[in-house]
Nanobody
Framework: QVQLVESGGGLVQAGGSLGLSCAAS????????MAWFRQGPRKERVFVAG????????DYADFVKGRFTISRDNAKNTVYLQMNSLKPEDTAVYYC????WGRGTRADEYDYWGQGTQVTVSS
């Protein structure tokens, strides 16, 4: 079992920045690929960014490329999402997720989820 707790959400103006953190506990954190997903009002949960177990490989959804950066610190059992140049359409609940096997962009490929943190971007 892996327990995930997100933090860092809040309200920010368009063009601003926000950093999210996801603290993990339980089974060995460094063996899991990690990802951030988001779910806007009346929308499906979608992949935002992912990082390999080592941190050496990352993936991004097209709509955040060049603006968001995912990283991890295995010594601190934490994964991060730095969000810059935020837009109102980035408003969503952001979820941290861990995969027991492999790595992907579908929600059903991830086994453990945090409770989510709200990010609201005002225009």
């Amino acid at each position: 079992q892996v327990q995930l707790v997100e933090s860092g959400g809040g309200l920010v103006q368009a063009g601003g920045s926000l950093g999210l953190s996801c603290a993990a506990s339980g089974r060995k954190f460094s063996s899991h690929a990690m990802a951030w997903f988001r779910q806007g009002p009346r929308k499906e949960r979608v992949f935002v960014a992912g990082v390999s177990w080592s941190g050496g490989s990352t993936d991004y959804a097209d709509f955040v490329k060049g603006r968001f950066t995912i990283s991890r610190d295995n010594a601190k059992n934490t994964v991060y999402l730095q969000m810059n140049s935020l837009k109102p359409e980035d408003t969503a609940v952001y979820y941290c997720a861990a995969a027991s096997w492999g790595r992907g962009t579908r929600a059903d490929e991830y086994d453990y989820w945090g409770q989510g943190t709200q990010v609201t971007v005002s225009s």
